[in-house]
């Protein structure tokens, strides 16, 4: 069926030539991917939290602010050497299953799909500044924030399923700098756009926060902050008065870009596992018009209409930062494990041996300290995703059971969202199950 698709779309396309994802990412596109993904919630949410972990010292909570820009520089320089040597979209996917093995690159396809914490914290804080612009600051009401979030979601979700190229002209506090590996197959010249887009993005990225909270200490008390969940929308009354709408207004803009380019990065994980045959076929599928994969976004895109109907919102902020520190742990050691398992292969950029070493002592620490000193029920959750993670990739993924259902439903989800299976030929070698 796969080969038959594939003729189909030759003739549609009208040319001989491979099915593939189109290389429409320069430099400034791929920095705005990563400022879209970056600049979103996280700047306007995590204020009050980090100064309450520092004490309510300003000077504390400010070199936090400073430690994180730097953290995530060192950490994406591991990113830059694995994207760039790899050559494959996916991120993390893709680097896990080279190096931990597939069942390992499944959990973060796993995780994102059942639990994406950050888009759902990200499209629920959307929501809540949205209608806080209409409703002069006031809180509106659980319901209302859930509905308009749900509208939001599908609307994303829409606009990347019709353009990756539209997406990418839309486009936590340092999350999402490792954004450009999972597009790196959609790179122009990934060798020198990737480390070039990742580390100037870093350090624009690390100034404009630290500017952000120095105008919020310059108008609001420590103790407003604080206690503050839309700290935006309180600056805004105190600077700005009778138009103070306009500054949530404005963060709105931020997190539409940051959870649009979070649509598009995070859908290319379940996209690379499809192709090694860690999720069902389908969704390894590109349209074959608009070259993007649809299945692969829809994938990401139930399991975050779930937790907006379900979770509490500072129940997912508590998950988003264990899983990002595990997360970042595992990618730091991929650099050298790899190192190990393939010294021969090319690699256009090298990171300097130290910084993986060092994100592995900062993420084993960032995350044992909290279990450890305060522990919370949301870490019991992170734990739970993971275990039914290798559940079931042990219990339906690795066995290859052929099911009678299975190419009758791809065929219909073929037909229905206009998708072909897209050329593929792996730069590393392909691990075993």
Not at 125 to 130: C, V
Not at 402 to 416: E, G, R, V
Request: with cysteine; hydrophobic share 45%; aromatic share 12%.
């Amino acid at each position: 069926m796969a080969a038959e698709t594939s003729c189909e779309v030759e003739t549609v396309l009208g040319k001989r030539r491979k099915f593939q994802l189109k290389k429409t990412i320069g430099l400034w596109r791929g920095i705005s991917v990563l400022c879209g993904v970056i600049i979103g919630s996280g700047i306007f949410i995590t204020p009050g939290g980090i100064l309450r972990a520092s004490n309510g010292s300003v000077g504390l909570s400010l070199i936090v602010w400073m430690c994180g820009g730097i953290i995530g520089s060192l950490s994406a320089l591991g990113y830059c050497e694995l994207s760039t040597t790899i050559g494959e979209s996916g991120g993390n996917f893709t680097f896990y299953s080279l190096t931990y093995g597939p069942s390992i690159g499944f959990l973060l396809v796993w995780m994102n799909a059942i639990a994406p914490f950050g888009d759902a914290v990200k499209i629920i804080s959307l929501a809540r500044y949205t209608l806080e612009s209409f409703t002069g600051g006031c809180s509106p009401p659980n319901s209302a924030i859930t509905l308009t979030a749900v509208v939001f979601l599908c609307s994303f979700l829409y606009s990347n399923c019709l353009s990756t190229k539209g997406t990418l002209k839309v486009v936590w506090p340092y999350s999402g700098w490792n954004s450009v590996s999972y597009l790196v197959e959609e790179i122009r010249d990934p060798s020198k756009i990737v480390p070039l887009a990742t580390i100037g993005t870093l350090v624009l990225v690390t100034i404009s926060y630290l500017l952000v909270n120095i105008g919020l200490f310059g108008v609001l008390t420590v103790e407003e902050i604080m206690e503050s969940k839309a700290v935006a929308g309180l600056f805004a009354s105190r600077v700005f008065g009778s138009v103070s709408w306009l500054v949530p207004l404005l963060v709105c803009v931020c997190i539409i870009g940051s959870y649009n380019a979070s649509v598009l990065v995070y859908g290319r994980p379940p996209f690379a596992a499809a192709r090694r045959n860690c999720l069902p076929r389908i969704f390894s599928m590109a349209h074959i018009h608009r070259y993007t994969p649809c299945p692969a976004y829809i994938w990401n895109a139930v399991g975050t209409l779930v937790l907006v109907g379900i979770a509490d919102f500072d129940t997912l902020l508590e998950s988003v930062g264990f899983i990002e520190w595990l997360i970042t742990g595992l990618n730091a050691g991929s650099v050298l494990i790899l190192r190990k398992k393939f010294p021969d292969v090319e690699r256009p950029y090298k990171a300097p041996t130290f910084a993986p070493i060092l994100v592995i002592l900062f993420s084993i620490f960032f995350m044992v300290s909290p279990i450890i000193t305060k522990p919370k029920v949301s870490y019991l959750y992170s734990l739970v995703y993971i275990v039914s993670g290798f559940i079931a990739y042990f219990a339906v993924i690795r066995p290859k059971r052929n099911y009678a259902f299975a190419d009758k439903f791809t065929l219909f989800c073929q037909k229905l969202f206009q998708v072909a299976p897209t050329d593929f030929e792996p730069k590393l070698a392909k691990p075993d199950n």
